[in-house]
C-alpha cells in the first residue's frame, strides 16, 4: 500500500506540475466541516469482511474461514465537537437498525441490538472512539455489534481545516485514524488524502496508506484505500466508502485477523421528529467525565451476573465455570475464575477463618503469605469473604486473590484473580468492580424428559 500511495501522490503531482505550466489556475476549495451542539443526521453503515480468524496453537496457527455483513442505521445528534483530535466529541444515537450475521466455517450466528438499548452514547476521547448505553450497560456482544470501522464522530476529523487545491494531499493525524479504526494505540500512521475533482456542490477526495498499531491488545498491520464526499453546503463529509485490509496477530485473549474490510458510510439529513428529550441531552453533555467503560456479563443459567470493564474478556464459558483475562494497554496483567458452588445449607456458613485456612491448603508450598483477610456485605447484601495471599509459582512471584459470595437460598461463587506481583500496582483493583456488582440469582431447574407410558 506504501507504494501504492507513493505512486498515486506521483501521479498527482506531474499533473500538478503539468497544470501550472500550462498556466491553468488550481481550483481551491475550503475543506472545513462546521458540526456543531444540536445538529442532527440520519447514519447508515453497511459493513462487509471476509477472510481468515487466526488461533494459537501448540505446534501453529490454526486458520478458520470467517465473514461478517452487518447493518447500522441511527439517528445521530451532535452534543459536543470539534475539529482538534485533542479535544472530546460526543454524540447521542438513536438505532433503528443494527444486525451482523457472523459466520465462522460453516457456523453462522445471528446478533441483533435490543429494543431496550437503542439509545445510545458515542464518545472520541484520547485517539479512541467509545460506546455507552442509556438504559444500562452493554453486554460484549452488543457492545461489539456496534462498535464497528467507520465512527460518524471521526470522519469529519479527516479534513483539513483550510483550504486545499486539487491534487493537493495532506496528512492524517494518528489520533484521528485509531478513533476512526477503532484501534487502541496507534504507534504508526502514513496515511494521507487528496482532492481530485468536484461535483454538484460535492468535493471529492481519496485516502491511502498504511497503519500499524493495537487492537485488542494484539499488534495489527492496516492498510487502506477510501473515496469520500465533502458537501459544500452541509459543510460536511456525507460519503465515506473504506476497503481495508488487515493483518493482526493472535493475542493473548482474542484471535488475529487476516481479513479485508468493506465499510460504506452515508450521512444524510433527518426527516421528522428526531430531538432527543433535552434533560438526556443535558446530562450527556458534561463531557468533563468519560464514558464508564463497563459491560454486563449475565449468566442466570451459572447463577450470577455483574458488571466489568471493557478491559475484561471471557475466554472459556463452561458449565459452572467462568474465565476471564484482563487486558490493559495492550497487556494481559490478570486471569480470573468464577465458579458457582452450591447453595449453602440453613444455619451454615462459612467462616472467614475456614475460608483463609482452605487457602492455604490449597495453595500449599506455593504460599508465602496472606497479606489481607476481610469479610463484608456487597451492594446486593451478599455476604463476602476476601483473602490476598502472596507467593511463587514456577519462581514467579503471584499475588491471588479470593472471593466467596453467598446469599439465603442462592447458589454461591468462587471468584479467584491470579496475577504477577509486578503487575499489582497496575491492575490495582480492577476486581472490585466485578465483585461489588455481582448479584446471585436463580439457577433455572433442569428440565427432565417426561418417559413415555
Request: with cysteine; net charge neutral.
Amino acid at each position: 500500500m506504501r507504494v501504492i500511495a507513493w505512486f498515486t501522490m506521483a501521479l498527482f503531482a506531474v499533473a500538478s506540475t503539468a497544470a501550472i505550466s500550462s498556466g491553468a489556475e488550481l481550483k481551491k476549495y475550503l475543506l472545513q466541516s462546521l458540526l456543531s451542539a444540536g445538529e442532527t443526521a440520519s447514519v447508515s453503515l453497511d459493513l462487509e469482511v471476509g477472510g481468515e480468524m487466526l488461533f494459537r496453537g501448540d505446534t501453529e496457527t490454526k486458520r478458520l474461514p470467517v465473514s461478517v455483513t452487518g447493518r447500522l442505521s441511527y439517528h445521530q445528534q451532535i452534543v459536543a465537537w470539534s475539529a482538534d483530535p485533542a479535544e472530546i466529541a460526543r454524540s447521542l444515537r438513536n438505532y433503528q437498525t443494527a444486525s451482523a450475521t457472523i459466520g465462522v466455517q460453516k457456523n453462522r450466528i445471528e446478533r441483533t441490538l435490543p429494543a431496550e438499548q437503542r439509545i445510545l452514547v458515542a464518545e472520541l476521547r484520547d485517539g479512541q472512539a467509545s460506546l455507552a448505553g442509556i438504559a444500562g450497560p452493554l453486554t460484549r456482544e452488543q457492545y461489539d455489534l456496534v462498535n464497528v470501522t467507520g465512527s460518524s464522530l471521526a470522519i469529519d476529523r479527516l479534513l483539513p481545516g483550510r483550504e486545499v487545491a486539487e491534487g493537493e494531499n495532506w496528512d492524517h493525524d494518528k489520533a484521528v485514524l485509531g478513533a476512526l479504526l477503532g484501534m487502541d494505540h496507534v504507534a504508526v500512521c502514513e496515511v494521507s488524502s487528496v482532492i481530485i475533482g468536484q461535483a454538484h456542490h460535492q468535493v471529492q477526495i481519496r485516502m491511502a496508506g498504511t497503519v500499524h498499531g493495537t487492537i485488542d491488545g494484539a499488534s495489527t498491520e492496516i492498510q487502506l484505500r477510501a473515496a469520500y464526499l465533502f458537501h459544500q453546503q452541509r459543510r460536511r463529509i456525507t460519503k465515506f466508502n473504506m476497503a481495508v485490509q488487515e493483518k493482526r496477530a493472535a493475542g493473548e485473549v482474542v484471535p488475529g485477523l487476516d481479513v479485508v474490510a468493506k465499510v460504506r458510510l452515508v450521512v444524510g439529513p433527518t426527516s421528522g421528529k428526531t430531538s432527543f428529550d433535552k434533560k438526556l441531552v443535558q446530562k450527556v453533555s458534561e463531557v468533563s467525565k468519560p464514558l464508564e467503560h463497563k459491560l454486563l456479563y449475565d449468566a442466570q443459567e451459572l447463577g450470577f451476573r455483574f458488571l466489568h470493564d471493557t478491559a475484561w474478556y471471557v475466554t472459556a464459558e463452561q458449565r459452572d465455570l467462568l474465565s476471564l483475562r484482563c487486558l490493559q494497554e495492550g497487556d494481559l496483567t490478570a486471569h480470573c475464575n468464577v465458579s458457582t458452588l452450591p447453595a449453602r445449607s440453613a444455619g451454615r456458613q462459612t467462616t472467614l477463618e475456614q475460608f483463609e485456612r482452605d487457602i492455604r491448603e490449597s495453595l500449599g508450598d506455593h504460599l508465602e503469605s496472606v497479606t489481607a483477610s476481610t469479610q463484608w456485605k456487597t451492594a446486593h447484601g451478599h455476604d463476602c469473604l476476601g483473602i490476598i495471599a502472596l507467593g511463587k509459582f514456577e519462581e514467579v512471584p503471584v499475588q491471588w486473590r479470593y472471593y466467596l459470595l453467598a446469599g439465603d437460598g442462592l447458589p454461591r461463587v468462587s471468584l479467584s484473580v491470579t496475577l504477577e506481583q509486578s503487575q499489582i500496582e497496575r491492575f490495582a483493583d480492577a476486581d472490585r468492580q466485578i465483585i461489588e456488582t455481582l448479584e446471585l440469582v436463580p439457577r433455572p431447574i433442569a428440565k427432565t424428559a417426561s418417559r413415555k407410558k
